[in-house]
């Protein structure tokens, strides 16, 4: 299975992804937004098996997200991360992460598009949650574009987070815990 969009394909996490995966993940400007530590290639390599595992058990999960000419751009997706976090996210997650050369051309907001547009068709309507970093504007500004909503601050990993939920009927309230 693959989307495409005007400027992007997105398909499910494969080993293939893995060295691009790495790269991304293991760069600080990547991750100073989601707890500040780089990826090693082995935290990198459980995570492609994570992602592939959720497309296994789920039928969804994320994409490897590349431009029309095959650079890898990032990844898109939703996943059920179990998170350790209270009260738990007990709906879908969204998530993206955009290599930080492809950031600023709207490639998260074309992607999550897509991704949620085919995760709807596929799966049904259904609520999905997203968590972001207080201080990462980008990403706040994607979510808002998406119809996400602000329903509590907390914590995770002992760092402050904002959780959203996007109904999954526009301009109808969460019925769901995020």
Known sequence: MELSTERLILRPYATTDFEDSAVMWGDPEVVRHM???PATREMSWSRTLRY???????GYGF????????RFVGEVGVADFRRDIDPPITIPEAGWVIVPSAQGQGYASEALAAALRWFEEAHGPQDVACMIDSPNTRSLRVAA???FVETRRTTYHGEPVILFSRPSTPGRASRATT
Do not use: M
């Not at 592939?52 to 789920?58: D, L």
């Open 35 to 37: 707890g500040g530590q």
């Open 52 to 58: 592939i595992g959720h497309w296994s058990v789920y």
């Open 63 to 70: 994409f490897a997200v590349r431009d029309v000419q095959g």
């Open 145 to 147: 574009k998406h119809g």
